[in-house]
Every structure is written in C-alpha cells, then in structure tokens.
Nanobody, 123 residues
C-alpha cells in the first residue's frame, strides 16, 4: 500500500535551517508529482511546494520562494524540502503528499499524505 513517511522536523531558532525528507513506498514514485504542505492548529492548510515527477518543474507558495527548495531522488523514492531562514510563522506540521496521477500545480489535488513532521521556530 502507499506509504509516505516524513522526517527531519525539529526545533530551531529564527534564521535556522532544516531539511525535511519524505520516504515513499508502495507505488511507482517516479510517475507522480509530489507536494509539501503545512497546517498549523487553527490555520488553513498552505501548499509549500510542488515538484513534477521528473523533478524538472517546481513551484512554491509565495511565503516559500527564495527560502525553501524542493527536490527529489527517484532512485531513492524520496522527496526533500530544504528550508532556510526559518521564521516563527513557519511553525507548523509539514506533510508530504502524492498528487493525483497526471496532475501538477500548487492547487493540484493529492491522494495520499504522510502523518507529518513538526517544525517549530522560536527564540
């Protein structure tokens, strides 16, 4: 069955960096676009970034541009999110998700998501 497991979250000071990973299994990883989104208690879900199946195309939410980088290794069935210059308002639960087949974009629907990894930014 499809499994997505995030890791790499933690607590950092403002200006710090984290690299999130999402290990995928149970499907043909290289056939699907992937996305990272975040959701904090009481706040709306925000799409952080998306990446095409081949890794060539990437798009970011406005708040992530210039600070976050999404990448993937199809050989390792893993998608990554490098987050730099973290701010307190980046504090959230970060999820990776598999987009529906053939779909791409910040608003593209997903089918499966992982349980998430917590990112906390505070001084």
């Amino acid at each position: 069955q499809v499994q997505l497991v995030e890791s790499g979250g933690g607590s950092v000071h403002p200006g710090g960096s984290l690299r999130l990973s999402c290990a995928a299994s149970g499907f043909a990883f290289s056939d699907y676009g992937m996305t990272w989104f975040r959701q904090a208690p009481g706040k709306a879900r925000e799409t952080v970034a998306v990446i095409s199946p081949d890794g060539i195309r990437t798009d970011y939410g406005d708040f992530a541009k210039g600070r976050f980088t999404v990448s993937r290794s199809n050989a390792e069935n893993t998608v990554y999110l490098q987050m730099n210059d973290l701010r307190p308002d980046d504090t959230s639960l970060y999820h990776c998700a598999r987009l529906m087949f053939g779909r791409y974009g910040l608003a593209a629907p997903y089918e499966y998501r992982g349980p998430g990894t917590q990112v906390t930014v505070s001084s």
